[in-house]
């Protein structure tokens, strides 16, 4: 048993492990921050950010764990950023400038795959929107709304049972009960 918990450890040891704790910011740090929820906040995603000011993730996610100012500051870019997002979808939708071209007999031809491609770019921000903010962006039953602080609507069930008319006794509305048996809409 101890020499399988010493290979164990030897095996253990080999291996880096995911850092404890957080340390602050570095002087100067607040200024790569700003700029990266700046980014963050008009729709860039965080890795494109980071590349853009030389800061590697994993330190930007151990400031943002060591300074609880700093993740209020990149929740809000976060939430800025998704809408952001929104606002993409309506321009690309409303963007027709290259659905339709002209080719070399003067002919209009329709561009498929840029529509294709617009609709694509369309449902991927919705599906994000919806994943980051979904009280905001995401699917709600139809014909249904409710805010923060109201309770969602009840469902209720409805039981339907049919009951023979009185007189009829035992047999129901078999035959012999004064029902015509007949094909649907003969009545």
């Not at 957080?22 to 008009?42: F, M, Q």
Request: hydrophobic share 35%.
């Amino acid at each position: 048993m101890s020499e399988r918990r010493s290979r164990q450890k030897s095996a253990d040891a080999g291996r880096q492990r995911p850092v404890r704790g957080s340390k602050a910011p570095a002087p100067g740090a607040r200024e790569l921050v700003d700029a990266i929820c700046g980014g963050i906040s008009l729709g860039r995603s965080v890795r494109a950010m980071c590349a853009e000011t030389g800061v590697s993730q994993r330190v930007l996610w151990n400031w943002l764990a060591g300074d609880a100012g700093l993740m209020r500051q990149y929740q809000r870019a976060r939430e800025l950023g998704v809408d952001a997002y929104a606002e993409e979808i309506i321009e690309i939708s409303d963007d027709g400038s290259r659905d339709v071209s002209v080719d070399e007999k003067g002919r209009e031809v329709t561009n498929r795959e840029i529509i294709a491609r617009s609709q694509l770019r369309i449902d991927a921000r919705k599906w994000y929107a919806a994943r980051l903010a979904p009280k905001k962006y995401g699917d709600r039953p139809s014909g249904a709304r409710w805010d923060e602080g109201q309770e969602k609507p009840a469902v209720h069930s409805v039981e339907v049972a049919f009951v023979a008319p009185s007189g009829a006794g035992e047999e129901g509305m078999g035959r012999g009960s004064g029902v015509r048996d007949s094909p649907a809409g003969t009545a």
